[in-house]
């Protein structure tokens, strides 16, 4: 401190300016070391798919940052993998876009025809695909091509087909987008039929064709059995689980569903008579009547009596009048007839099952209970008459449910900027109070009574001090025996001995207290 007390006013300044590019070098430091490196993973990435990434990345708590414009996915070292397997699973494990028809532009000249024509293709594949990636739960399609050949001869010629592949998650999506897809596909490739593109998913499932689509293409493919009750349970499950947790609270109870349908598509016809209602519609009626001569039978056998031209010439016959007539009535009876043609969509629940199991925090009373009961399965749908069951469970002991600390870039980036806002702040202190310290310094207001002026008595003012002996005299020599004898004296002479700094810095402040 005496160092700090004797340098000048330029000194302490420089000293000052020293130990804030100290502190400032040393948050840099500490800032560059504590900040976590980070290393791209996904380039040219679309800035339609970033919050899908983001938000996959997030709930793997995989820490990201993105770059160059949202085009680039950066994580935090050592995450590598964790974040692939997060973007895997969701289907977002495309990095890149597949080049469109921009590949055209870096055709270089002379470029044959073949090379030409892969290039469009290529250009063509990549436009799909980018185009199909759009759809929801369709992202990261791949898309290959088989262009048409014509041919003079029209059986020789080959027609165009078209696969695509869609990611692992894409078993369960909505067979009319599925159609939609291969329709999309087919009206983008020239001479392409719907019938003609194939679409698989990543467990190579067939999506397309599939069912009726190479028919009257009214409909898609259908949906498997699996799919469908995996659908209905989850949806009934949410409905119901929505109306628990209003009702008794969150994660007071859990509600499960087991569903049996009937995916199978059919076409009922029925025709139905109207017997009640008879009114006869056609009545027919025949008249038949003949009238004339005829000579009387009579006469000996053979040509003499039956040629016309001996008829003269035989003997004498008689002769009779004919009267015929008859009539004949045919009536019809129109009868009503209904006929009904039904298709019967997939879908229809052969039986439902349901579980419902209660946290033992909640307590319902016998009516309580029954009221819970009756709701549950008017909001399921459920029917006893077909065979639905609900299943009750109380008392049960429910694990709680801790929401997983968010890691991502805005709490890595702000516990950054606290770092640097606390560091930043204990270097402004420390310099506030060194200058304090210095300032106080500078007034007298930290040099204190000394120890040994306290123990003096009090009664003694500083005029009762001995002055200093005159050693020439033997009045000097006496006082110095006096002052020998006498402790408080020897005390002070052994101070002034060993501090004589500490001694001048009180006799300078009693000199600056008196000239005040």
């Known amino acids: 401190m005496a160092l700090i007390n004797s340098m000048s006013l330029r000194g302490k300044i420089t000293l000052a300016a020293c130990a804030l590019a100290f502190l400032a070098a040393s948050v840099f430091i500490v800032k560059m070391a504590s900040k976590p490196s980070y290393t791209t993973v996904m380039t040219g990435v679309d800035p339609a798919k970033t919050t899908q990434i983001t938000s996959a990345l997030t709930a793997a708590g995989v820490p990201f940052e993105l770059q160059n414009g949202g085009t680039a996915i950066a994580v935090q070292k050592g995450k590598e993998t964790a974040a692939n397997v997060a973007l895997a699973s969701k289907g977002l494990n495309s990095g890149t876009t597949q080049p469109g028809f921009e590949i055209l532009d870096k055709q270089k000249l002379g470029a044959s025809t073949q090379q030409q024509q892969v290039a469009y293709q290529r250009g063509l594949e990549g436009e799909i695909a980018n185009t199909i990636s759009q759809i929801d739960g369709a992202q990261g399609a791949t898309v290959n091509l088989t262009l048409g050949q014509d041919n003079l001869f029209a059986d020789e010629s080959q027609p165009a087909t078209a696969a695509v592949l869609l990611p692992s998650d894409a078993s369960s999506m909505d067979p009319a987008s599925v159609k939609g897809i291969a329709n999309l596909v087919a009206s983008s490739v020239p001479n392409l039929r719907s019938a003609n593109v194939t679409i698989t998913d990543g467990t190579g499932a067939m999506l397309w064709p599939n069912g009726d ?256 002996p005159d050693f020439t005299s033997d009045a000097g020599a006496s006082e110095v025996s006096i002052a020998t004898s006498d402790p408080r004296r020897q005390q002070l002479d052994n101070l002034i001995h060993d501090e004589p700094e500490r001694v001048a810095a009180h006799l300078r402040q009693w000199v600056t207290e008196d000239n005040k």
């Open 213 to 468: 689509s190479s028919g009257d293409g009214s409909g898609g493919s259908l949906p498997s059995k699996t799919n469908a009750e995996a659908k209905y349970n989850a949806s009934t499950a949410s409905a119901v689980q929505a109306m628990l947790d209003r009702t008794l609270g969150p994660n007071k109870a859990q509600v499960m569903v087991h569903s049996d349908l009937n995916v199978d598509k059919t076409d009922l016809q029925r025709l139905q008579y109207d017997t009640k209602n008879v009114v006869p519609s056609e009545q027919r009626v025949t008249n038949e009547t003949l009238k004339g001569t005829g000579s009387a039978s009579g006469g000996t056998s053979g040509t003499a009596s039956n040629l016309p031209s001996y008829a003269a010439n035989g003997s004498a016959s008689g002769s009779g009048n004919n009267d015929y007539k008859n009539k004949t009535s045919d009536t019809s009876n129109a009868i009503g007839k209904t006929i009904t043609k039904t298709t019967v969509a997939p879908g229809t629940v052969n039986k439902m099952d349901m579980s419902l199991m209660l946290d033992k925090s909640v307590r319902l009373t016998p009516a309580q209970l029954t009221q819970l009961k009756a709701s549950v399965s008017s909001a399921a749908g459920l029917n006893t008459k077909r065979g639905d069951t609900l299943a009750v469970t109380q008392g049960l002991s429910f694990t709680p449910t801790t929401a997983a600390p968010k890691a991502g870039p805005i709490p890595a980036a702000f516990s950054g900027i606290l770092k640097g806002a606390g560091i930043g702040l204990g270097a402004l202190m420390f310099l506030f109070f060194v200058t304090r310290h210095l300032r106080r310094r500078e007034r007298g207001e930290l040099i204190d009574e000394p120890s040994w002026l306290k123990s003096l008595e009090a009664a003694n003012p500083r005029a009762e001090l001995m002055p200093m």
